[in-house]
């Protein structure tokens, strides 16, 4: 697999969440990444990216001041800190390239935020 995504859980509205992805493609340490998710009967969006060396990053408007993007190139690692859960981060969480190219995608990582 190219991306393996880890570290969802099921976790109270208000509480927090680091998400994992290292990522097994031979370019990751040039290339724009970011974390897409999918909630029950919606389309996968796109939550958050970083580009190549860590030094721009980029939400959208529901995620602002609760997620943070960040990126380990050594380890060929992305990671997402979320904070402030609520329900509707309710989704599996996947992380590649931005744009996304050939459609490859790892099995995600389930994010379940409930009381």
């Known amino acids: 697999a190219q991306y393996e995504e880890s570290g969802g859980a099921l976790v109270q509205p208000g509480g927090s969440l680091r998400l994992s992805c290292p990522a097994s493609?031979?370019?990751?340490?040039?290339?724009?990444m970011g974390w897409f998710r999918q909630a029950p009967g919606q389309v996968r969006e796109e939550v958050a990216r970083i580009n190549w060396n860590g030094m721009s990053t980029d939400y959208t408007n529901s995620v602002k001041g609760r997620f943070t993007i960040s990126r380990d190139n050594a380890k060929n690692t992305l990671y997402l800190e979320m904070h402030r859960l609520e329900p509707e981060d309710t989704g599996t969480y996947y992380c590649?390239?931005?744009?996304?190219?050939?459609?490859?995608w790892g099995l995600g990582t389930q994010v379940t935020v409930s009381s």
């Open positions: 590649n390239t931005v744009p996304v190219v050939g459609g490859d």
């Open positions: 493609i031979p370019t990751f340490s040039s290339k724009t």
